[in-house]
Each structure stands twice: as C-alpha cells, then as structure tokens.
C-alpha cells in the first residue's frame, strides 16, 4: 500500500536549519509532486511548497520562499524539507503529502519541529 | 492573496445532517478537496474534485461547489465523524486551504 514514512522529532534552536525526510512507498515516486504542509500547536494547516520528484524541480509559497528547499533522492524514493533560520513561530508539525486527485491523497505520519532556546 | 473562510465550528446532534461551507472568490471555478483531521492524528481526504469519494470513505460523505461556496456535507452524522475539516484550492500555483471547521456530534 501506498505509504509515507517520515523522519522523527527535531528540537533546534534559533537560527539554525532542519531538514525533514519522507519515505515513500508503493507507489512510482517519479509519478507524483510531493507536498509539505505544516501546522502550528492548535492551528490550521499551511501549505509550504512541492517538488516534482521526477525532474526535481519546486515551487514554494511564497511566506517560505528564501527560506525552504525542497529536494529529493530517487535512488532511495525519498523527498526533503529542509527550512532555514528558524524562529520559535516555525515551532510546528511537519507533514509531507503525496499529490493526488488534485489535491493530497496521502500524508505522511508528521514530523514535530520544536524551536526553542 | 487568495483566501478560503469557513466558520471554526458546526454543530449537528446524532443521525442528522451536518453541512460545513467554504467560501472565496469564483471558487467554483476551482477544483475542491476536503481534509478529516482527527486529533493525534494526519489528515485524510474525504472529498476530492468537488464531490468524489475516495475508497474507503463513507457514502454519508458528499460535496458540492458552485458560486462561491463549496459545501461538504455528512448526512446521517456519526460520533466518529467529530473531527477538523479543511477545504483546500489551488490557485497559481498555490495550494490554498480553508481556516478549519470543528465539527462536533453531540
């Protein structure tokens, strides 16, 4: 089945980076754009970006650009997020979501990001 | 920038139906998707393309868009149904999702 395995919680401080990982199986990884969406302690959930796996390119909201890259590995069908300067409002779960059915039809488990000094 | 508004709760008692909004400019122009958020817990289509079904999702599920207001609606609402629901859009290029809707059954 159709999976999303994504890279556990990270606790980093003010200013520094952190990268997000996404496994993903059962599916043709080259087929479909992956999405990153995060959502802040009782918010909603805020769409950050996507890449196309097969070519690699990306687009990004525009709150993010700057400030978020999105790449991937094909060798290992795995896609990343890896957000820079951080501050505490960053402080969120990250969740990568598989494109489909003009929307996203799969998400991945979470990642919890904490920023804090 | 574009924005989708839903109201933060709706109410529905047990077996009744319960109708969630979502409203923006010409969005029915757009392709709709609605997101279940369960506390703990990643969200889950329900909804896509307007008014289909994902495998697996219940047929008490349904969707409209028209003007510019789409509506997910949950006939014959069950406890298992109290969850956060998120339309979402695109528009340039950008994925755009609705505030939240908490749903509660009670």
């Known amino acids: 089945q159709v999976q999303l395995v994504q890279s556990g919680a990270e606790v980093k401080k003010p200013g520094a980076s952190v990268k997000v990982s996404c496994k993903a199986s059962?599916?043709?990884?080259?087929?479909?754009?992956m999405h990153w969406v995060r959502q802040a302690p009782g918010q909603g959930l805020e769409w950050m970006g996507r890449i196309n796996p097969y070519s690699g390119g990306a687009n990004y909201a525009q709150k993010f650009q700057g400030r978020v890259t999105m790449t991937r590995d094909t060798s290992i069908n795995t896609a990343y997020m890896d957000l820079s300067s951080l501050r505490s409002d960053d402080t969120a779960v990250y969740y990568c979501?598989?494109?489909?059915?003009?929307?996203?039809?799969?998400w991945g488990q979470g990642t919890t990001v904490t920023v804090s000094s | 920038s574009y924005e989708l508004t839903q109201p933060p709760s709706v109410s529905v008692s047990p077996g009744q139906t319960a109708s969630i909004t979502c409203s923006g400019h010409k969005l029915g122009d757009k392709y709709i998707s609605w997101y279940q958020q369960k506390p703990g817990q990643s969200p889950a289509q329900v909804i896509y393309q307007d008014n289909k079904r994902p495998s697996g999702i219940p047929e008490r599920f349904s969707g409209s868009n028209s003007g510019n207001t789409a509506t997910l609606t949950i006939s014959g609402a069950q406890a298992m149904d109290e969850a956060d629901y998120y339309c979402?859009?695109?528009?340039?290029?950008?994925?755009?999702f609705g505030g939240g809707t908490k749903l509660t059954v009670l």
């Open positions: 979501a598989k494109d489909g059915r003009e929307g996203m039809d799969v």
């Open positions: 059962g599916y043709p990884f080259t087929d479909h754009y």
């Open positions: 979402q859009a695109w528009d340039r290029n950008t994925a755009i």
